[in-house]
C-alpha cells in the first residue's frame, strides 16, 4: 500500500494540561502576550480551557483539571517535551522575556537539526 504525503501545511493548535490555571494564564497572556479567543469553565468536567492566539495559523489551547496526573520529572518523560516558537531576533527575545522574569535556557544547537534550540 503506497502512502501519498498529506497536505499539513501548519500547526492549528497545541494542547497543553496545566495544574495552576491562574499562573498558566497569566504566564502565556501577560508575559508571553498571547490574546484570549475563548476562556470557559466546563462545570461538568471541573476544568477550565482557555484557548489563545499565538499568531494567525496557530492557537495554545490550555486545560487546568482539578487533580491533573502528576509528570515525571524529566523533559523525555511521555507527553509534551517542549513548546518551540520562532522568532525574528533570538538576542532580542531572550532580552524581552528576561524583561519579564522568564529564564532562558542557554542557547544550544541540535546536532541533527539546522534549527536553534
Known sequence: ???TKMNLSKIHHIAI???DYEAAKNFYVNKLGFSVIR???RPERKDWKLDLRVNKHTE???FAEENPPKRVNRPEACGLRHLAFC???LEQTVN???EVGIECEPIRVD??????Y
Open 111 to 116: 546536532d541533527y537539526q539546522e534549527h536553534l
Open 39 to 41: 476562556e470557559n469553565y
Open 1 to 3: 500500500m503506497e502512502c
Open 87 to 89: 522568532v525574528d531576533n
Open 17 to 19: 494540561i496545566v495544574s
Open 60 to 62: 495554545l489551547e490550555i
Open 96 to 98: 524581552e522575556l528576561a
